[in-house]
């Protein structure tokens, strides 16, 4: 695979809607606590949000029970939403918020069941896309927690540096730390990525 | 080029810009300056080459859950019906209302269970524990004498196969005593004992919903 034949920006894991249009959608859910619109919201978040867990290492388990807990709090608190950020970083907050609680109760029990599960489904087309993808998620996996979900945001999500900054709680220039930081370890771990040679393996 | 702002064109900067220009995400004012800067600049080049791959694998490479989400709704949907329908916030705790379930709401009930039932989860287990002389004669006095708790409560239900004496245990374990319930479904609502420690009820329901013998756990709103 060639890299420089890839130069256009990977369409980003977005929502299809404008954070307008999901607006409008927790807008029905505040006033008319419609399920149907609750049902849209979350089908729009639940890959998302199922991405950004498991790249936290978030157990499969915990992962359906952080989004539900999630749009629980969407459900329950939808009218006092006020909007001064969007929509999207504001449910993904909660999210992230959630489970760094979860995995710090976590790191107080005894290791259990394996992050990954037999109803995982990994989207990689081919033998080879399977095995750079596990080259990959080995580097990622070789990350401090906040600067793996700096890279997520980032490339995975598609979101702007001020966008994560409100997601994590964070100033815009701690964002663009942890990008700088991820990005030079990365190229130490995986040098095939730094060397430009289009050879992943 | 009428950008009138500040054009730092300097390489680090341009270079922490570098992730949002591949994402699409760069801000307006800086797009053109980052730009600008790449073109006469090697090593960003070079950079937007090696991260480019990996944005898009990234992307590509990820587990999806896909195939669990319906399921993951319909279990969230049946916790919402199941708080909203059997104890209305108001009615919550308070005594004249504890004596008699109205029917709706035990249809309600009845179609949260349904749900449950049908995405493969044991069936609300009340019966077994409605129908235990032991366990009627310990919730009477709470149910009759109940008052609204002061610190953070939740509400629960316990699965078909709980004893009193895991009741007993659950209770202990998160430091809770039953101040509520049973109420039609087998509802119960249990607070902190003691309310000086600083946990909230969100957290409360949260543990209890890993125990098994627990098959709803929603925090009461104070
Ligand atoms: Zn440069």
Redesign the interface.
């Known amino acids: 695979?060639a890299?420089?034949s890839?130069?256009t920006?990977?369409?980003?894991?977005r929502s299809a809607l404008t954070d307008q249009q999901e607006r409008e959608l927790l807008a029905r859910i505040a006033e008319k606590r419609e399920?149907a619109a609750f049902?849209e919201l979350?089908?729009i978040y639940?890959?998302r949000l199922?991405?950004l867990l498991?790249?936290m290492s978030m157990r499969r388990e915990d992962?359906?029970?952080i989004?539900?807990?999630t749009?629980?709090v969407v459900?329950t608190k939808a009218s006092e939403f006020r909007g001064a950020s969007q929509l999207s970083t504001w449910i993904i907050g909660i999210a992230y918020r959630r489970a760094l609680n979860t995995l710090r109760r976590e790191r107080l029990r005894p290791v259990g069941s394996e992050p990954?599960s037999e109803?995982?489904?990994?989207?990689?087309s081919s033998a080879q896309?399977e095995e750079?993808?596990q080259w990959?998620?080995q580097g990622?996996d070789k990350l401090p927690l906040e600067q793996r979900l700096a890279?997520?945001l980032?490339?995975?999500m598609?979101?702007?540096?001020?966008?994560i900054a409100t997601i994590l709680s964070c100033p815009v220039n701690t964002v663009?730390t942890r990008?700088?930081r991820a990005?030079e370890t990365?190229?130490n771990v995986l040098p095939a990525?730094?060397g430009?040679s289009g050879d992943?393996t | 080029m009428s950008h009138s702002g500040r054009i730092p064109d300097t390489h680090a900067e341009a270079w922490a810009l570098l992730p949002f220009l591949i994402n699409g995400r760069i801000a307006a004012e800086d797009r053109e300056w980052v730009e600008l800067h790449v073109q006469s600049c090697e090593e960003c080049r070079r950079e937007l080459e090696t991260q480019r791959p990996l944005a898009k694998e990234m992307r590509d490479s990820l587990p999806s859950y896909a195939s669990s989400e319906q399921r993951a709704f319909a279990k969230l949907w049946t916790r919402i019906e199941a708080s909203e329908s059997a104890v209305p916030a108001d009615e919550d705790v308070a005594p004249v209302r504890v004596a008699g379930t109205a029917p709706r709401r035990t249809v309600r009930w009845l179609a949260a269970a349904v749900i449950v039932q049908a995405i493969g989860l044991a069936l609300l287990g009340v019966t077994a524990l409605n129908n235990s002389e032991e366990l009627r004669g310990e919730f009477k006095t709470v149910t009759n004498g109940e008052v609204r708790p002061l610190g953070p409560a939740v509400r629960l239900v316990f699965t078909a196969d709980t004893s009193m004496a895991d009741v007993t245990e659950i209770l202990a374990r998160h430091q809770l005593e039953l101040v509520g319930g049973p109420r039609g479904a087998g509802v119960f609502t249990a607070a902190l004992a003691d309310t000086t420690e600083e946990i909230s009820a969100e957290r409360i329901a949260t543990d209890l919903r890993a125990n098994a013998h627990v098959q709803f756990a929603e925090p009461v709103s104070q």
């Open positions: 695979m890299l420089k890839i130069d920006a990977p369409a980003p894991l399920q049902r979350y089908g639940y890959q199922t991405r498991s790249r992962i359906e029970e989004i539900n807990d749009f629980w459900w990954i109803d995982m489904i990994s989207t990689p896309g750079r993808s990959i998620q990622l890279l997520e980032t490339y995975t598609g979101h702007s540096c001020e966008e663009k990008l700088f990005r990365l190229k990525l730094a430009g992943f």
